[in-house]
């Protein structure tokens, strides 16, 4: 099997760089939006509901081209990115933002069914005891959610790992800078000779991918034990 | 504890239109399930909220639709302990017990954990996780936490449905000793009866969404004397028992009461005695295969439907009987007469 090379260990790098990254900037507006879902009666939920779940369904190539014309030179958001100074297609920003976007269903999808399984009584027992509803929110709601949020990022962390169409629209496929593991591989698969290398990089993603799901159970367990206790 | 409700509140079908205005300290909301009783607890705690009227508690306004006033439920200081405990699974036996302790200002506090631990027996179990506790413990748990944010009052939604019989009474003295400890006032929820006499003075009576009647726990049960198929359950409180010949000999009173149930050594009993249970005789019968004829006076008389109950003063203890009106007729029961009221052993249960 030959040796990865440094572009290889930078694209695995860059990988890992942008799935964090992606993951942890969706946890504040994935954990709101599950509240919201979860918690809140008012008409048009399901419509958002579905705005929301729709990057689930898309051809991931169709997220990256709507979030091109949004945030290209032209796009809608063009001047609030000038006014900012922020460059978000063709660099890793571009690449966090497509998996934000395409992994964020799988975030509030897990969170909300966890929030939804915790029992109203709880949360009216708080309530009752004389916590206001953001104490509420974060002494009981929050805790309890702990397990379906690891779950949700899970999911989501892996998810960005394996982003592909999104990420080549926005981002491009640039070595070093947006070229992540499945983009690397798409290239050895069009460079005669690169079969072996890519297969490498297969090998690498599945370890990658497994790794992430050992890691996400052993913390589970030990969520779940600091529950039960 | 002053308790004032004016409230309209409609579910789907339901609608729950309540107005009464109750004092007392240890107070019932009586009725079926599916008489409004917990939808009422709940605009109560401030859990739900009416469609129109006024919640007034000891003179503090804390619902009023006019006026446009809803107090948060944890500004209405009413603590409420749930059927099932509901207690906070990722917390700790301590953890749920100071939950409410923490949020109550520190000059609102009348109660503190020591002596609410001594009052409920659970010092032991402070360091536990709550998913380890029996259904008792929950319970007991639940009501410190509840107890521990020094409420004004203490609402009570069935929070003994679902227990044991052994468990429940237990439950109910130390519901007993936390009213005698620390002088909460306490809103009953049930649909037992036998709860409401237990443990409450005085009943707010519901039946579909509306108030049937205010009312004593004593006036229900008579009420129930010529309705219910049991007839008047008497609650008789007991003590110093004495085992002899296979039954139980126990001190009622002055009198004494030999029945078939009994458990030696544990001094006080609480035993049921259904008023279809007791016989009465114009004179002493002399011998009887019932092994109880105790002399009493005829106290009152009261007629239910067709059955006549008679309230029997026992040497200071009362009896609650009854016959069929031609029977008080032939026996000529009256105020001041005296009477035998004959038991058979095995007539009494004992509850505690």
Known sequence: ?229 | MKLEMQVRKRQGDFELDLEFCVEGERVGLFGPSGSGKSTAASLLAGLVRPDQGLIRLDGETLFDSARRISLPPERRGVGVVFQHAHLFPHLSVRGNLLYGWKRTPAHLRRIELESLCDVLDIGALLDRGVNSLSGGERQRVAMGRAVLASPRLLLMDEPLTGLDETLRHQIISYLGRIGREFSIPMLLISHSLLEMRLMTDSVLELASGRLQSTTTPEELARRRLGSNRAGYINLLRLDSPLEEDGLWRYRWGDRELVMTAGKAGDGEALVELSSKDITLFKRHPEASSARNMISCRVKSLFEIGSRVGVELDCGGEVLIGQVVRAAARELDIAPGREIVAVIKASAFRKLV
């Not at chain 1, 030959?2 to 900037?25: E, G, H, K, R």
């Not at chain 1, 945030?71 to 920003?93: E, Q, S």
Request: proline share 7%; charged share 15%.
């Open chain 1, 1 to 229: 099997m030959p040796n990865l090379n440094p572009q290889d260990y930078q694209a695995i790098w860059l990988s890992f760089q942008v799935a964090t990254c992606a993951t942890l900037l969706s946890v504040p507006l994935g954990f709101a939006m599950a509240y919201f879902l979860a918690f809140s009666r008012i008409p048009g939920k399901s419509l958002i509901d579905g705005l929301i779940n729709l990057p689930l369904v898309l051809p991931p190539v169709v997220v990256g081209y709507l979030l091109l014309l949004g945030f290209g030179d032209r796009g809608f958001f063009a001047p609030l990115l000038r006014a900012l100074d922020l460059r978000i297609i063709f660099t890793m920003k571009g690449a966090v933002l497509a998996s934000m976007v395409v992994g964020f269903p799988l975030l509030v999808r897990a969170l909300r069914i966890g929030m939804e399984e915790i029992d109203p009584r709880l949360i009216l027992a708080s309530r009752s005891l004389g916590a206001r509803w953001w104490d509420c929110l974060l002494s009981v709601i929050v805790p309890l959610s702990l397990r379906p949020l690891l779950a949700g990022m899970t999911l989501m962390f892996a998810r960005s790992l394996g982003e592909f169409g999104a990420t080549i629209i926005l981002a491009g496929n640039i070595p070093g800078l947006t070229q992540t593991i499945p983009l690397a591989i798409y290239d050895y698969t069009n460079t005669p000779g690169g079969d072996s290398m890519a297969l490498t990089l297969c090998l690498v993603s599945i370890v990658l991918s497994l790794l992430v799901l050992l890691v996400s159970d052993r913390l589970a367990l030990r969520v779940r034990k600091g529950v039960t206790r």
